[in-house]
């Protein structure tokens, strides 16, 4: 019935963005190098965005739209210009800042939903970082539908796996008001957050949720 999983666990591990911090010494073409990332970034996103219309609906893709527009916010992208040309830091190094900044600000404001754009703003930079330090990975594929369980999931990794192999999602942190739970429920999935699972690579077993 509703809100029931019972399969196989699948634990998602997200790609190890380390953030180094280093002078560079041209910070024009360091600030370009951002550039060709934050459009490789909307790209990707413009593609998640598609494929959410297809997969949940119109209304529900809506957030990669807004993600798009994170990443061309002008503050955002000032501040890390700012960073990169007046502090000759490298772009992930400017672009973590500037994320952890934003994402501060928006938890400050003791607000649930506001709490989590905090999410959305992590999300879109961590994208970033990923291609700026070339460890984007592919959505492992999966032969059979399981139960997810990581320590957290942004919109964007949720509705990267196959639809029809998945069967709930369980993550260690969250909120029942964050974009990814609200698209789990879009795509009628049982979703657990916050909870106190250990995530054991080597676990395969059963559980129900």
Known sequence: FSGVAIGKIFVYKKADNTIEKYQIEDAAAEFERFKAAQAKAITQL????????????EEEAMIFEMHQQLLEDLDYVEGIQGIIEGENQNAEYA?????KMMADMFIAM???????RAVDVMDVSNRVISI???T??????MDEP???????????????FEKDKLLAFVTQKGSANSHTAIL?????????????????????????I
Do not use: F, W
């Open 46 to 57: 413009q593609a998640l965005y598609e494929k959410t219309c297809k997969d949940i609906g």
């Open 95 to 99: 672009v973590s800042v500037v994320a």
């Open 110 to 116: 003791n607000d649930e939903y506001m709490s989590g």
């Open 132 to 134: 700026l330090n070339g």
């Open 136 to 141: 984007q990975v592919a959505a492992e594929a």
């Open 146 to 160: 399981v139960i997810v369980l990581a320590e957290d999931l942004a919109p964007s990794e949720t509705v990267q």
């Open 184 to 208: 789990a429920r879009m795509m009628n999935l049982p979703s657990l957050v916050t909870t106190d699972i250990e995530l054991d690579p080597e676990y395969n077993g059963k559980m129900g």
